[in-house]
């Protein structure tokens, strides 16, 4: 199994800065897609941004030019670099891994998600 652990949440006022960490552990052979998604109340679950492994990057286009999305490969780890955060931004955010088990098998994961809430 694939375990995430996010961190990085919590409350800012707007035009602050927060950065997101999740860290994927357990049974891994490879990562090939890294990202984060959120969920505002009432919304569907929509991409944030996403990270291939030889660090290609896409965006939503609400965060594009403020939010950095980048990943360590050596630590399994992404984070997300979000800046300029607006109060629209106020969301239940997600870790979303994935790859090949050392069984040599898919897996795809999903951390617990980390609220972030841009109010002042």
């Known amino acids: 199994q694939v375990h995430l652990m996010e961190s990085g949440g919590g409350l800012v006022q707007p035009g602050g800065s927060l950065t997101l960490s999740c860290v994927a552990s357990?049974?891994?052979?490879?990562?090939?897609?890294m990202g984060w998604y959120r969920q505002a109340p009432g919304n569907r679950r929509e991409l944030v941004a996403d990270?291939?492994?030889?660090?290609?990057?896409n965006y939503a286009g609400s965060v594009k030019g403020r939010f950095t999305i980048s990943r360590d490969n050596a630590k399994n780890t992404v984070s997300l670099r979000m800046n300029s955060l607006k109060p629209e931004d106020t969301a239940v955010y997600s870790c979303?891994?994935?790859?090949?088990?050392?069984?040599?098998?898919?897996?795809?994961?999903w951390g617990q998600g980390t609220q972030v809430t841009v109010s002042s």
């Open positions: 979303n891994v994935y790859g090949s088990t050392l069984r040599h098998t898919p897996f795809v994961s």
């Open positions: 357990g049974s891994i052979y490879s990562i090939n897609g």
């Open positions: 990270i291939t492994r030889d660090n290609s990057t």
